[in-house]
């Protein structure tokens, strides 16, 4: 398989400065992040962390390359987070950036998802 290429498991998407890969490990949806999350670049995300049609989503989202966060990250991970519940589901944030933890705590959100030191760690049920 050549490089880049992904396999049938994976999805990608590039907006401007944000990329977000989806993967499966064990039933859980694993979003990797890398590159600036606001307003510009949101939508990918919002699209991959749709959960319609999903009984019982489990979603990890790998935040250790996001570079920045401003309130549209916050809103769209409240959204999920709503989404997530409602179909009996959980999401977790795995290994923030200092900077991107820091906001997170700012508006309350890590008290809402819990936020993990690693992806490991996320994983774990």
Same mark, same amino acid.
Do not use: K
């Given at each position: +398989?050549?490089?880049?290429? +992904? /396999?049938?498991?994976?999805?990608? &998407?590039? /907006?401007?400065?944000? =990329? *977000?890969?989806?993967?499966? !490990?064990?039933?859980?949806?694993?979003? =990797?992040? &890398?590159?600036?999350?606001?307003?510009?670049?949101?939508?990918?995300?919002?699209?991959?962390?749709?959960? /319609?049609?999903?009984?019982?989503?489990?979603?990890? *989202?790998? +935040?250790?390359?996001?570079?920045?966060?401003? =309130? /549209?990250?916050?809103?769209?991970? *409240?959204? &999920?987070?709503?989404?997530?519940?409602?179909? =009996?589901?959980?999401?977790?944030?795995?290994?923030? !950036?200092?900077?991107?933890?820091?906001?997170?705590?700012?508006?309350?959100?890590?008290?809402?998802?819990?936020?993990?030191?690693?992806?490991?760690?996320?994983?774990?049920?």
């Amino acid at each position: +398989m050549a490089e880049g290429q +992904m /396999t049938g498991r994976e999805q990608a &998407a590039h /907006t401007g400065r944000l =990329s *977000v890969v989806a993967t499966a !490990t064990d039933g859980i949806r694993v979003l =990797s992040l &890398a590159g600036e999350l606001d307003h510009d670049t949101g939508e990918a995300l919002r699209q991959a962390l749709d959960v /319609t049609g999903t009984a019982r989503p489990r979603i990890v *989202v790998d +935040m250790r390359q996001v570079t920045f966060m401003d =309130s /549209t990250g916050i809103n769209i991970f *409240v959204a &999920a987070y709503q989404a997530v519940t409602r179909a =009996s589901g959980w999401i977790r944030l795995a290994a923030p !950036t200092e900077a991107v933890l820091r906001t997170l705590q700012l508006v309350g959100v890590h008290d809402l998802i819990e936020c993990r030191p690693t992806l490991h760690e996320a994983l774990a049920t």
